[in-house]
């Protein structure tokens, strides 16, 4: 399974980007499709999920009300609207899959088996 994510790039504070991950390869049953994000110095964190049999959908405290994650399950692809972008959210933003339910939580990286190979969003003040 490979997830290509796309969308990132260079925007004014503000601004908004939409990023897009689809998944190719064996078919798989989704458990959860998240985005997290990794600015230069720290760790990954959790930005936003999805459940993909319900549309249930999670964010971080950082970005609630700015974001939306959604999904389009014909197109086994997952997409990040991101509004009212600010210099703090620059990172690079990967897409992850979770087979299953590992017990781990929508918000911990452990909980996901896919990867996506990253897409930097630069937020210029």
């Known amino acids: 399974v490979q997830l290509q994510a796309s969308g990132g790039g260079l925007v004014q504070a503000g601004g908004s980007l939409r990023l897009s991950c689809a998944a190719s390869?064996?078919?798989?049953?989704?458990?959860?499709m998240g985005w997290f994000r990794q600015a230069p110095g720290k760790e990954r964190e959790f930005v936003a999920a999805?459940?993909?049999?319900?549309?249930?959908?999670y964010y971080a405290d950082s970005v609630k009300g700015r974001f939306t994650i959604s999904r389009d399950n014909a197109k086994a692809t997952v997409y990040l609207q991101m509004n009212s972008l600010k210099p703090e959210d620059t990172a690079v933003y990967y897409c992850?899959?979770?087979?299953?339910?590992?017990?781990?939580?929508?918000?911990?990286?452990?909980?996901?088996?896919?990867w996506g190979q990253g897409t930097l969003v630069t937020v210029s003040s």
């Open positions: 390869g064996h078919t798989f049953s989704t458990y959860y």
């Open positions: 992850a899959a979770a087979r299953e339910y590992s017990g781990y939580g929508y918000d911990a990286r452990q909980e996901y088996d896919y």
């Open positions: 999805i459940k993909w049999s319900s549309g249930l959908t």
